[in-house]
């Protein structure tokens, strides 16, 4: 058996974010959480894309119609997510 060294990332939420993804169906919560601790927790700069613009410094995550932002800080190991909305307003 190989073994993996994998250095898992901790996922934050900002209380904003946590009431983003308590009003969203229980489905649709459970998925943008699911790729969270699946993905973004493992490496989070090879499944998302940086942003430019206003938004420079933050990073996003296509979950299906829904956006994931978040602030990668490497000096902690920690993703923090700012913003979980479908794709019309997540940018606003």
């Known amino acids: 058996m190989k073994w993996r060294n994998v250095l898992a990332w901790k996922i934050e939420l900002t209380a904003s974010a946590e009431k983003e993804l308590a009003k969203m169906d229980k489905a ?3 998925r943008n959480i699911k790729y ?20 420079s410094g933050l990073w996003r995550y296509r979950v299906g119609d829904y956006r994931v932002i978040c602030e990668i800080y490497d000096d902690k190991i920690s993703v923090l997510v700012v913003h979980v909305g479908h794709r019309k307003e997540a940018y606003s």
Do not use: E, F, Y
Not at 36 to 55: C, E, Q, W, Y
């Open 28 to 30: 649709v919560a459970r």
């Open 36 to 55: 969270l601790r699946d993905r973004v927790a493992i490496d989070p700069r090879t499944s998302g894309k940086a942003l430019r613009g206003d938004h």
